[in-house]
T-cell receptor, first 117, second 115 residues
Framework: GAVVSQHPSRVICKSGTSVKIECRSL??????MFWYRQFPKQSLMLMAT?????????EQGVEKDKFLINHASLTLSTLTVTSAHPEDSSFYIC?????????????FGPGTRLTVL | AQSVTQLDSQVPVFEEAPVELRCNYS??????LFWYVQYPNQGLQLLLK??????LVKGINGFEAEFNKSQTSFHLRKPSVHISDTAEYFC?????????????FGTGTQLKVEL
């Protein structure tokens, strides 16, 4: 089946530093990848949609200068949290979309737990 | 705009008992509907989906869901749960225009199966 990996699975950083999270589709090419944020005991909130070779589309309220997304290839998208602060601590999940005839199934990565001290 | 409501934040149930997790959605257009399961510190796994056709959808791990357009519901059911079903369950909706992209999730229901 389609597998999506994320790296790292867990990261702790100091306030003010930047953190990069990688999302890879291991056995398929994904023209579209998505980044979600999940707070404890809450649902997933879509942050941005990333298409290979073009700029990401951010959802309302998401700061594009703070959450930099790069989708350099059909199997890799990265999310960089710049100048991280404690309020950025969260569980970040990516998904990759596999195109179908009428439906594009999303396959989710295992998530990255970010803790900003 | 679409939205999903999962009224039950937690559902405790004894092993081998039946369970129903409720999901209601609001949308002015036709929809795709999904149920995902999330185990602790993991990503989401698709349980089942409704795109079109039969309103009764069967998924993995013995789960099924029924699409009820008149009640705008997509409740998830399992006739006999197992300890391993303990997890967070999310209902999601998508506009077919986006082909399954742009998922809107409910707030989740924590299913806790007890001995």
């Amino acid at each position: 089946g389609a597998v999506v990996s994320q790296h790292p699975s867990r990261v702790i950083c100091k306030s003010g530093t930047s953190v990069k999270i990688e999302c890879r589709s291991l056995d398929f090419q994904a023209t579209t990848m998505f980044w979600y944020r999940q707070f404890p005991k809450q649902s997933l909130m879509l942050m941005a949609t990333s298409n290979e070779g073009s700029k990401a589309t951010y959802e309302q309220g998401v700061e594009k200068d703070k959450f930099l997304i790069n989708h350099a290839s059909l199997t890799l998208s990265t999310l960089t949290v710049t100048s991280a602060h404690p309020e950025d601590s969260s569980f970040y999940i990516c998904s990759a979309s596999l195109s179908g005839v009428s439906y594009n199934e999303q396959f989710f990565g295992p998530g990255t737990r970010l803790t900003v001290l | 705009a679409q939205s999903v409501t999962q009224l039950d934040s937690q559902v405790p149930v004894f092993e081998e008992a039946p369970v129903e997790l409720r999901c209601n959605y609001s949308s002015s257009v036709s929809v795709y509907l999904f149920w995902y399961v999330q185990y602790p510190n993991q990503g989401l796994q698709l349980l089942l989906k409704y795109l079109s056709g039969s309103t009764l959808v069967k998924g993995i791990n013995g789960f099924e869901a029924e699409f009820n357009k008149s009640q705008t519901s997509f409740h998830l059911r399992k006739p006999s749960v197992h300890i391993s079903d303990t997890a967070e369950y999310f209902c999601a909706v998508s506009d077919p225009w986006w082909g399954g992209n742009k998922l809107t999730f409910g707030t989740g229901t924590q299913l806790k199966v007890e001995l």
